[in-house]
């Protein structure tokens, strides 16, 4: 194993520290737990965001802490799920009166511990929802979940629902639109090589020289098979007939896509496959109506990449478009 660290057992303080240092004007850690919050917070009149998971997929999750995205980002330890205390000291010091949401992507012991910790806020009579996201149509269970994986389309959650959040939309308004988010949203994945959490050591699978994997998830479970690599063209075109698929479209319809690339894809074979993706999607007279391309939710230093395909109507477009700045993600009007 070869990686920048010290000490396999520190590596996410060390991670947090780093990132304080190289964003103070964004960002402040709760003292004695993992928790990342917007330096700001909590924002009085302003529903609250919480997000979270594992470490190891950065830029998520603390990378969407900041203006127009998430209050919170709960950090566990590489793959494993935050603790229902970091999840509690997060919805306690975003809570602006205006209640908290939370965004737990499907994984047993995220949405275990989010809820349990939404429990514990609850009975200090804080106004507390939840959404769950499940964009991933590789595989219906996996090692880590009951029904589908919530993969990279949940920055579409964190976007749009922060978006509207921002407006100073109350609880029910920005749960409503995070979840017509989760409903129009499709995403799946592959591999090339496979990931080395810094405490095992060693690789969490094995590939042969000239073998991909289909339908990988995050954290590198099984997909939904192996296969002999092939060129761009035929990998991008098998991963968007499932998303497509998945979901009805119709003529025109308009969407928002994203390639993201998983910790050791180079930028210049994403943009490939993006080249890949509009060209499928026009051949449907499907209107990409914007498009992101980089590393959003990665998974340590994994080669590969996935689609997601966020489907959208005038509110979901506006939002999205709506000034947005934390860490990593900036956009302004």
Same mark, same amino acid.
């Given at each position: ?35 990342v919050?917007?330096? /700001? ?15 190891? @997929?950065?830029?998520? @999750? ?20 935050p ?26 012991g ?23 996201? +499940?964009?991933?149509v590789?595989?219906? +269970? ?20 922060? /978006? ?36 095992a ?18 954290h ?21 007939d ?46 990409v ?19 997601s ?25």
């Amino acid at each position: 194993m070869k990686k920048l660290i010290n000490n396999p057992d520190e590596v996410v303080k060390e991670m947090i520290s780093g990132l304080l240092y190289a964003y103070p004007s964004y960002l402040r850690k709760l003292d004695n737990v993992d928790v990342v919050v917007r330096k /700001a917070s909590p924002i009085e009149g302003k529903v609250g965001l919480v997000s979270g998971g594992g470490s190891g @997929h950065e830029p998520a @999750h603390a990378g969407y802490v900041g203006t127009g995205m998430l209050d919170a980002a709960c950090c566990g330890a590489i793959f494993t799920s935050p603790t229902p205390d970091q999840v509690y000291e997060a919805i306690k010091a975003v809570d602006g009166g205006k209640g908290v949401l939370l965004i737990i992507k499907n994984y047993t012991g995220d949405v275990m511990n989010f809820e349990m910790a939404k429990e514990m806020a609850e009975m200090d009579g804080i106004k507390v929802s939840e959404v769950i996201v +499940n964009d991933d149509v590789a595989v219906e +269970n996996s090692t880590y979940t009951q029904g589908r994986r919530g993969i990279a389309g949940t920055i579409f959650v964190h976007k749009i629902a922060g /978006a509207k959040a921002e407006e100073g939309a109350e609880l029910e308004e920005v749960k409503e639109v995070a979840e017509r988010v989760i409903n129009n949203l499709r995403s799946m994945g592959m591999a090339f090589t496979p990931c080395t959490v810094p405490a095992a050591g060693k690789p969490s699978f094995t590939l042969e020289e000239n073998e991909i994997e289909i339908g990988i998830g995050i954290h590198g479970e099984p997909g939904t098979h192996r296969e002999k690599i092939k060129g761009a063209k035929e990998i991008v075109a098998e991963l968007m007939d499932r998303i497509v698929s998945d979901l009805p479209y119709e003529k025109d319809d308009e969407v928002a896509l994203m390639i993201n690339g998983l910790g050791s894809t180079p930028l210049s074979e994403l943009f490939i496959a993006n080249k890949e993706a509009n060209e499928y999607l026009m051949g449907k007279n499907i209107n990409v109506y914007k498009t992101y391309v980089g590393e959003y939710m990665t998974s340590l230093e994994m080669s590969g990449f996935s689609i997601s395909l966020l489907k959208l109507d005038d509110e979901l477009k506006s939002l999205l478009d709506a000034s947005a700045d934390t860490p990593a993600f900036r956009q302004f009007k």
